[in-house]
């Protein structure tokens, strides 16, 4: 027989006494571990990420809404809508990747470790090659990601922003047959969007092949330099090489979505400017154009006339804060309008524009943007706008769904709802740009009476703009837009209480109010007429 070597007699019983459940079972634990603490550390990532997001667009709003119009309304709809949800949704990788250097430095730290139990000079390279790793994937974010992922959400703002146009255009388009341009110009945009996303993907692809290639370099590099060691530290210096390379994954996703994050952030800093600020604040709700002279207070009545493009809205939106007002112009109690902000303007104005713009939502939504008002107020308003009628005879009454801007309701629906939510506003003065164009003579003189009723009961001042003599007989002078200077301010010439005289067609007031109730009777009695 021939004698056995004593050390495989002593390896066959270590292997036969060797329980090798054990590691495996810890190996499948850490394994599971690991799975688990990636999915907390991802929910509680996203779930802070989420609360900030949204706390930040109502406050985004909110500052939009109170900022200079100048800035405010020259945004669309759709560039808008790109930067409160695309560009807000990009900025949330900020949050979630604030756990990033830790993780790093964890893994980078426990793989250099493990490395030198093998050999001093293997944990050296593995540092060395980490540190070069993370260096070149930082020059090809910059160079790639960066502007890929900046283009990206530009494209995203240019492409709604282009189909915002386009859809609100939609009925001449149509008209003109205009239908085929429209395609091709949502297309270019989402074609320029596409091309965008492609760039920033192919930069995602250079950055994963560079962190592929690199595990690779690592992994051998520091097999080459531990050789000499015993083959078990060989396999967990191998092991350790990989577990720090892995821990630079969270870093390359931060790399390749830093360039979109940085330019959201950069687009919506434009948004949050800090909104004007009042230097004084009025002592009083009186009204002085400087070209006029005499201060207007509640509840006089001027109507403002003048040729088409004259400047009549002009006038009107820098005076309630929808424009930037230009010193030297009015004057709002004994403060001038340009030292005023927007939102301190407007706090005295109730406006009725004559395009209105409704929201996507139930005509009692729309009625509540005035302000809060229980259904008596509600009603009453419709009735004094002769809408009434019309909400009653819907089977939903107030909670009437009206449709995208108020596309299922008529024109003068329209305006006669931007009329009633106008006169929920409790403020010393309501604005009306042509509130009866478009109305039948029936519910114009419907409208007409109660308007005077109502500002009569109120106290309230009224500002109106209107071509029609009628609405001149209800108002207590007249102001007439004579264009807009050289410097910017609107020229106006004033007659009747503006002037010190009595305005010719306001001294007809009770002959109109008379007039207007006769044809009412006439429409509930025409038998009678």
């Not at 902000?341 to 929201?359: E, I, S």
Request: aromatic letters at 4%; one cysteine or more.
């Amino acid at each position: 027989l021939v004698p056995r070597d004593p050390f495989d007699v002593a390896g066959a019983a270590a292997a036969q006494t060797f329980n090798y459940m054990m590691p495996s079972a810890v190996i499948r634990l850490l394994a599971i571990l690991r799975t688990g603490a990636r999915y907390v550390e991802r929910v509680a990532g996203h779930e802070a990420a989420l609360k900030a997001l949204a706390q930040l667009r109502p406050q985004l709003f909110a500052t939009i809404a109170r900022g200079s119009p100048s800035s405010a309304l020259t945004l669309s709809s759709g560039e808008v809508s790109a930067r409160l949800v695309q560009d807000v949704d990009a900025i949330q990788t900020v949050f979630v990747r604030r756990s990033i250097p830790w993780g790093l430095g964890a893994g980078t730290a426990s793989a250099i470790l493990l490395t030198g139990l093998a050999a001093p000079l293997a944990a050296l390279v593995l540092a060395v090659s980490m540190g070069v790793t993370c260096f070149v994937a930082a020059l090809l974010a910059r160079r790639l990601a960066d502007p890929a992922g900046a283009a990206v959400q530009v494209a995203v703002g240019a492409f709604k922003d282009r189909l915002s146009n386009l859809e609100a255009a939609a009925p001449e388009l149509k008209a003109y047959a205009l239908t085929d341009w429209a395609r091709d110009q949502a297309m270019a945009a989402g074609d320029a969007c596409d091309q965008a996303r492609i760039a920033l993907a192919r930069a995602g692809g250079w950055l994963a092949a560079w962190q592929a290639i690199a595990t690779g370099g690592v992994v051998l590099a520091v097999g080459a330099t531990a050789s000499a060691a015993p083959a078990p530290l060989i396999a967990l210096a191998l092991l350790a090489a990989v577990m720090g390379m892995e821990s630079a994954t969270g870093l390359f996703a931060a790399l390749h979505q830093n360039g979109a994050a940085a330019e959201a952030l950069e687009r919506l800093e434009a948004l949050s400017t800090d909104a004007p600020a009042s230097m004084n604040k009025p002592t009083s709700a009186a009204i002085r154009w400087t070209a006029l002279g005499e201060a207007l207070t509640p509840p006089s009545r001027l109507c403002v006339i003048g040729a088409s493009g004259a400047g009549k809205t002009t006038l009107i939106e820098r005076l309630v804060g929808l424009r930037d007002a230009l010193p030297g112009e009015a004057l709002i109690g004994d403060v001038d309008a340009a030292d005023l902000a927007p939102a301190d303007r407007r706090a005295l104005f109730a406006y009725a524009a004559q395009d209105v713009r409704l929201l996507d939502g139930s005509l009692r939504q729309n009625l509540l943007l005035a302000g809060p008002a229980d259904d008596a107020e509600l009603w009453r308003a419709l009735e004094d706008a002769a809408l009434a009628d019309r909400v009653r005879a819907e089977p939903r009454g107030l909670d009437m769904p009206i449709g995208a801007n108020g596309e299922r309701l008529s024109g003068g629906e329209r305006r006669r709802l931007g009329l009633a939510r106008a006169y929920l506003r409790p403020v010393p003065w309501l604005v009306l740009d042509e509130p009866t164009e478009g109305l039948d003579s029936a519910t114009e003189a419907r409208v007409l009476r109660a308007l005077d009723s109502r500002l009569t009961s109120l106290g309230q001042g009224l500002i109106l703009i209107s071509h029609q003599h009628r609405h001149q007989m209800l108002c207590d002078g007249v102001a007439r837009v004579e264009g807009i200077a050289p410097d910017g301010l609107v020229r106006l010439s004033g007659s009747g209480a503006l002037d010190g005289h009595r305005n010719p067609a306001a001294g007809d007031r009770a002959q109109l109010l008379g007039r207007l109730d006769l044809e009412l009777v006439q429409r509930q009695h025409p038998d009678h007429a």
